[in-house]
Nanobody, 121 residues
Framework: QVKLLQSGGGSVQAGGNLSVSCTAS????????MAWYRQHSGDKREGVAM????????YYIDSVKGRFTVSHDNENHTTYLQLNSLTPDDTGVYYC??????????????WGQGTQVTVSS
């Protein structure tokens, strides 16, 4: 079992930057995929970025390409999401997830606790 602990996030004005991080503990050797999801108030959770450690291949949804960067520190078992040029539409609770072996979101069993990101106009 992998446990995920998030930190970071916060509030910023439009155009600003924030970062969130996610540190894994437990059976970290089993982690081969990490994902970031976000959930706007009242909406369904959406995946925004993925990374496949240790090689570091990444994926982004179109709305965050060029603005968000996902990275992973293999030594510290920490996954980062750098959020740049933020807009109010980026507001939401951001969750990290261990997507190793998961075909869909419903297969994911390890989630971070969530981190609020608020962008004001």
């Amino acid at each position: 079992q992998v446990k995920l602990l998030q930190s970071g996030g916060g509030s910023v004005q439009a155009g600003g930057n924030l970062s969130v991080s996610c540190t894994a503990s437990g059976d970290t050797s089993s982690v081969h995929c990490m994902a970031w999801y976000r959930q706007h108030s009242g909406d369904k959770r959406e995946g925004v970025a993925m990374i496949w450690p240790p090689g570091g291949r990444t994926y982004y949804i179109d709305s965050v390409k060029g603005r968000f960067t996902v990275s992973h520190d293999n030594e510290n078992h920490t996954t980062y999401l750098q959020l740049n040029s933020l807009t109010p539409d980026d507001t939401g609770v951001y969750y990290c997830a261990d997507c190793s072996g998961a075909a869909t979101e419903t297969d994911i069993s390890s989630w971070g606790q969530g981190t609020q990101v608020t962008v004001s106009s």
